[in-house]
Structures are given as structure tokens and as C-alpha cells.
């Protein structure tokens, strides 16, 4: 299968527009309302000879990618005609004063029921570069996702060389099973849910796998071009490392942030993470292909997909009309030698690299003082198995995701209507324990209790609040990383490190200039991250973990917030929302 550049004939048929045709260079000079239309609908799709009904959006796996220019308006209508309840997140739009349309289940919106829509109306503010969108509901995400494009403002150029072609590569996982069975399962019995069969590149997952070989993503170049490549992690669960045999990448963007520019041969990427990069292609034609591969970082306990996506890296001749001397099915194929699979130094050295490009038209504008500081415990913990069950989790219990020790309990009204129509009582509690109730040696020996608490509890934030927060990994059961992402605000990343934060050495160490500014971040495997964000967004956020077994929330209407948490809770309908 070939590479679709932007623009494509199949993307733009996909577009309604009020006045205009999309195109990657509209000729209006000021930002204009785009169209879109999303039908969820069941598609047969066939991976590793494996068919099954699926549900997707418009028929393609993964979905059609939506291209803006910063300062557009978009009116994307979302019709479900599948038996799931669906919800979709445009993963890393601020939504300023536009919560309604941020997409999370039961936190921002009733999920859209079967033979209803819904509108998203959002407005790109301050934004360009490389977002995605995905289901926000159980796990139908695993099919349901697509690219985001956010182009500069007309007129306006990259801060880096014009890329020849621009190329959306998107990662993925393919299940053989249905993942609404397999984590509909791991919570029924609370163990850890089933991996994936596969990963993918673009929906492909490539001749590495058994009975794949013509499901494979190719990128065809020309040689001496700038190819810009727009990476993005839609995987459940795992960061990958990702590499192009005998290239070299220079990083020029993370989650629609400039960074100052460098070089790398391999690039790590955690779920809900995008990263842009140039390609420099080779000046002559090399006579030669070249695998580009991912596989994942591992840093847990559990069970993982060990297994290996490829695509292949392919040059065009540049002149067609003259017979080649060789034929393109025998040139050697070169593979990349990628990480180790639990190569935490080369995790910690490429995200050290990540510098905001903090310039004049760019800046960081990185809180230099703290209102409000919270200390957060993330990982993993138990629930007591409920009577005459039973459980698949550590000794005879159920896994629970928990932050201080809290497992969010799924309300059965979305958070935002409750508190839009003054009828939050009952549905939420604005007591969230910004610190551990009980200190403990975080990454030492666990503590004998592993059991959580549960409950759907928030922290009310004043609007324009500062705020700094310290993600703590435990080791409870276990150390690990957690991808954990921020909906309607970007942070900076100040600090990092491993072992225990501490509050009177490691702030001096705080980066305050030109730290990373992303939506999603890695707490690092038995370490700490440490972010700051202006709380200046009203309406209601989310704060959650990947995947969507583990998450909190975090929301600003009407001049205030609430933060809090969620774990390993189904997101079934329910007939309150």
C-alpha cells in the first residue's frame, strides 16, 4: 500500500464546507468554519487473515484526518449508527470556553446513543501542528482514531526548512478479539486485559507478522526532499520506540508545540503523544529499501505485545522514462537496530532533549509562581473481590488504578451537566486529597495494604490559578511508567527524575526557561514528573492516564475547577445520562 500525501483526493471528499473547499492552501486570507461529517459504522476489516466487523468512522481504519488552519472554526457532526455508545476527543485542543465539545463520556457530554449525533463546535485558538482524535469511551478507541492537522496561519511559515511533503504516520494496535469483549472482561474480573495481536502503521501491521506481507504501509520518497512526518501514538498502552533503518530524524514539534530542532535516529513516543520530524532524504537513489520499525518500551510487570511493526522506506527513480538496472523487488532491505525494550537511559536521554523553542514569536510562557501546589501518588492498587466472585487480580483482588489512593467511581450524569444545571449533589465531591493521606516510601517497599478507596471526588480550582503538580509513580504493585495527559490546557514539564520527589532538593533543578511544553507526559517508571500549567480555561477538563482504565479528571466553569480521578470503572450507558 503507498503513502496518501497531503493533500489526497480521498481526504478531500470527505469535507462539507459553508463557503469553501478545503484545500492544504485556502485562498481566503481569514480563519472560515469547516465542515466535517464522522458516520460510526460497522466495517469488515481484515488484518494477519483475521476478518472481523468493526466499528469505525466512515468505513476506514484508522479514520479520516481532519485538516484546519489555526484560528478556524469547526463544526464536526458525529452520527452513530452502531450499537455502542460514542463519544469523540480531539486530543490536545484547548477547548477555550468550549468544554461542551471536548468529548470525554460522562464528564463533558452524555455519550451519543444509537441513531443520535451530536455537533462538536470548537474554535483553534493559539494553536498549530499535529493533534489526533479518538473515541472517549471504554475501549473503542482502539479502532476509532484519526489525525488532527493544524496548519499555520496563512501566510504564516514553519519555523523550520518547507518540507517537500507531509506525511501523517499514525500508530496503532489490531486485535483479532473484540477489544470491547477483552477489557469488558479484565473488568469483570478484575485482572489485567488481554494484549494486542499486533501493532500497526497507518492500520498495517506489516510482513513482520504472520500472514501480513501485503498489509504494509509503504513511504515512497524522492531523493535529496525534506519530508515532514507527523508521528502519532494511538496505541492503548505501550510507548514505542520508533526508527527508519540508515535515516536520521530531526524533531521539530511535540503535541503542536515547537521545539528547538535536533537530531536523532531513534525517537520515543508514549500513547496520546505526536512528535514532528524531517526527513532528510539521501541525495542519490541508494539502490536500497529500509524497514521503518516501532516496538515498545517496557517498564511494568504485566504482560505486553512483544512484537515488532514495519513499514518500508522506499525511493522513487528520478527519471521513470530510463529502464533501471534493477529491479525494486531485489534491492537489499536494511533494519533498524531500536532499543532495548526496557532501555530506560535512552527513554530519559530523548525526552531530556525536548526543549520548548521559547523565542520571541514562540514563547514559553512557563509559570514563574505557584498558587496552588498538589502532590499526586499515581499506580496501580486493589479492590476486594465482590461476593461469591471470582478475581483474577493479586490474590484473588481486583487491579485498581488509583492517585492518593482514590479509584474514580464513572458517574452516571456527565460531571459538566450536573454542574451546569446546579445539580451536582450527589453526583460529585469537591474533597480530592491533593497530598497522600498516608506518606509512605513511594518507590520502596510497598505498603501491606494495597486496597483503594473509591469515590467520584474533585479539587475545586479558582479560575487563573497557577498551579504545579508532582506525579509520584508508586511501586505498589509494581513500578511503572504512566502516560498521563491533560484535556483543554498544555503544561510545561519543569522537572523530572527517579526515586522519591524532594520538595527541598529537587526544585532547584526545576527548568523555569525553556522547559517542554506538551498535553501528555510519562511519569517515569519508579520517578516523578513535575509540570506547571495556568488554570485560565473555563469549563470542564480531564486529567487521565492512558489507557482508559485509569484516569482523572480536571475541569475549570465559571471561574472554578475540579480535579480528581478515575480507575478501572466501565463505561457502560447508563439511562441517568
Known sequence: MGVSFLPSPAFLGLLLFSFVTLSLHPKPAVAITRHYKLDVMLQNVTRLCHTKSMVTVNGKFPGPRIVAREGDRLLIKVANHVQNNISIHWHGIRQLRSGWADGPAYVTQCPIQTGQSYVYNYTIVGQRGTLWWHAHISWLRSTLYGPLIILPKLGTPYPFVKPYKEVPIIFGEWFNADPEAIINQALQTGGGPNVSDAYTINGLPGPLYNCSAKDT??????????????????????????????????????????????????????????????????????????????????????????????????????HKTIQSSHSTKKLPLFKPNLPPLNDTSFATKFTSKLRSLANAQFPANVPQKVDRQFFFTVGLGTNSCPQNQTCQGPNGTMFAASVNNVSFAMPTTALLQAHHFGQSKGVYTPNFPVNPLTPFNYTGNPPNNTIVSNGTKLVVLPFNTTVELIMQDTSILGAESHPLHLHGFNFFVVGQGFGNFDPNKDPANFNLIDPIERNTVGV??????????????????????????????????????????????????????
Open 217 to 318: 504501509f509503504k513511504l515512497k520518497v524522492k531523493p535529496g526532499k525534506t519530508y515532514l512526518l507527523r508521528l502519532i501514538n494511538a496505541a492503548l498502552n505501550d510507548e514505542l520506540f520508533f526508527s527508519i533503518a540508515n535515516h536520521t530524524f530531526t524533531v521539530v514539534e511535540a503535541d503542536a508545540v515547537y521545539v528547538k530542532p535536533f537530531d536523532t535516529k531513534t525517537l520515543l513516543i508514549a500513547p496520546g503523544q505526536t512528535t514532528n520530524v524531517l526527513l532528510k532524504t539521501k541525495p542519490h537513489h541508494p539502490n536500497a529499501k529500509f524497514f521503518m520499525t516501532a516496538r515498545p518500551y517496557v517498564t511494568g510487570q504485566g504482560t505486553f505485545d512483544n512484537s515488532t511493526v514495519a513499514g518500508i522506506l522506499e525511493y522513487e527513480e528520478m
Open 524 to 577: 517515569p517508571s519508579g520517578g516523578w514528573v513535575a509540570i506547571r500549567f495556568l488554570a485560565d480555561n473555563p469549563g470542564w477538563c480531564m486529567v487521565h492516564a492512558l489507557p482508559s482504565r485509569s484516569a482523572h479528571k480536571l475541569g475549570f466553569e465559571d471561574g472554578l475547577g475540579c480535579l480528581g480521578w478515575k480507575a478501572s470503572q466501565s463505561e457502560a450507558a447508563s439511562s441517568t445520562c
